[in-house]
């Protein structure tokens, strides 16, 4: 037969050997020292712990189980059982070197929670003590934000006088005259009313185009070119949804294509280095009728006259600054009575515009100027566009034809 049958029965035979003489096998010989190991510990284990009870009740002190250390079990050594570790301590009470030092929970110091500033940082470091603080409701509306308001508007400041427009720009200009430019401003102001763009697009298109102007010489033929790409470039900057590009190719009757406005517009973002962030006047009126606590008539009407300025060439070298504090000047000079003196130039709407009543008088005696010429004017979408009744019909009121235009219409510097 084969040696592995062979080998296979030797094996048997072995294991059937040691049985009979008692012999156990390596393995279970294993397990079973293990057993009884286990066994001799815990009974050890017992055996302490019933000592420790018969001491307990012998002194007549309850047992205490504290969740303090214990000494671990050793299989090698069964006398170190688990037992508290305070009945294994035998430190004196009363030595005071080797006993537990018991310290005191540290008291945590009262923080007593601090009142809400209604003041800004910047309002608290500029505001004069005669001049109202028109952010002091404002302080839990981080939108507003309070504390940094007036620096915004001195930097909104800052960028006006870097961004500005000549007086009198277009003279570089061969072809390109002032009338062209009221033709072009009345014209896009249509537009803008016809795709119901926001304001602050009609402002920042007009700024683009001006000072595009005053920069680049422009062939008559592509002024109305400027114009819609200027109003593609606002629209892209303040629009959400800005109109696509065949829009405005449509709306020049399609007297250019797609190419042309997008060659313009590279070369007006390159002429202007991409400077894109001019305030408008529309920022600072904003500002200023919360200065003068104006309802919605008085700021709807400082916007129309806004807009009225925005056609005239003699009023585009305007600071948007200027423009905002001008009509809201005249605005609160035409809607109030002469005995009414909540709502004059008063110190609070001096600090915030930075400019005086004397300051204004001579761009307040332009803007009248511009009211009385309104009505024969040949430019008449501005005044349609503010005599809806959305617009509250605010070009239509009769305080635009009182007395006090004319007189600040003679008014002399």
């Given amino acids: 037969m084969p040696n592995g049958v062979n080998g296979n029965r030797v094996l048997a035979v072995g294991r059937r050997t040691n049985t009979a003489l008692g012999r156990r096998p390596l393995a279970v010989s294993m397990r079973t020292n293990k057993a009884v190991n286990e066994n001799a510990v815990r009974s050890d284990a017992n055996n302490a712990f019933k000592e420790v009870l018969k001491r307990e009740a012998a002194s007549n002190k309850p047992l205490r189980f504290k969740a303090s250390k214990t000494v671990a079990v050793n299989d090698e050594n069964a006398e170190n059982a688990t037992?508290?570790?305070?009945?294994?301590?035998?430190?004196?009470i009363g030595d005071k070197k080797l006993a537990l030092k018991k310290t005191k929970p540290k008291e945590e110091p009262v923080v007593e929670p601090i009142a809400?500033?209604?003041?800004?940082?910047?309002?608290?470091?500029?505001?004069?003590?005669?001049v109202e603080n028109i952010d002091s409701n404002d302080g839990d509306n981080v939108f507003l934000t309070p504390d940094y308001v007036n620096e915004i508007y001195g930097y909104l400041r800052q960028l006006e006088s870097e961004q500005t427009i000549r007086s009198n720009h277009l003279?570089?200009?061969?072809?390109?005259?002032?009338?062209?430019?009221?033709?072009?401003v009345d014209w896009l102001i249509h537009v803008h009313h016809q795709f119901r763009l926001l304001p602050e697009t009609l402002y920042l298109g007009i700024s683009i185009m001006d000072r595009f102007f005053q920069r680049e010489l422009i062939s008559k033929e592509k002024?109305?070119?400027?114009?819609?790409?200027?109003?593609?470039?606002?629209?892209k900057f303040e629009e959400v949804y800005p109109p696509?590009?065949?829009?405005?190719?449509?709306?020049?009757?399609k007297l250019y294509n797609k190419k042309d406005?997008?060659?313009m517009e590279l070369a007006i973002l390159k002429s202007l280095n991409f400077e894109l962030g001019r305030p408008l006047?529309?920022?600072?009126?904003?500002?200023?009728?919360?200065?003068?606590?104006a309802d919605s008539r008085i700021h709807s009407l400082a916007k129309y006259l806004m807009e009225l300025t925005l056609m005239e060439y003699e009023c585009s070298h305007w600071l948007p600054s200027l423009s905002a504090a001008t009509s809201l000047y005249v605005t609160l000079k035409v809607l109030t009575e002469s005995d009414d003196s909540a709502l004059k130039w008063?110190?609070?709407?001096?600090?915030?515009?930075?400019?005086?009543?004397?300051q204004l008088m001579a761009s307040a005696s332009a803007v009248c100027k511009i009211i009385i010429k309104s009505d024969r004017s040949k430019f008449q979408n501005c005044r349609q566009k503010y005599s809806s009744s959305k617009l509250m019909q605010i070009s239509q009121i009769p305080q635009l034809k009182a007395p006090i235009i004319a007189e600040m219409a003679a008014f002399q510097c």
């Fill in 83 to 92: 037992v508290p570790a305070a009945e294994k301590s035998k430190i004196p």
């Fill in 116 to 130: 809400p500033q209604k003041l800004g940082f910047s309002s608290l470091l500029l505001i004069p003590h005669n």
């Fill in 171 to 184: 003279s570089a200009q061969k072809e390109v005259t002032p009338r062209m430019r009221s033709i072009l």
């Fill in 223 to 235: 002024i109305q070119l400027v114009g819609v790409t200027a109003f593609f470039i606002a629209s």
């Fill in 244 to 253: 696509d590009i065949k829009d405005f190719v449509m709306i020049c009757d």
């Fill in 261 to 263: 406005v997008i060659k």
């Fill in 281 to 293: 006047p529309l920022h600072f009126l904003r500002r200023f009728s919360k200065a003068a606590h």
């Fill in 346 to 358: 008063t110190p609070t709407l001096e600090f915030y515009s930075t400019y005086s009543e004397a």
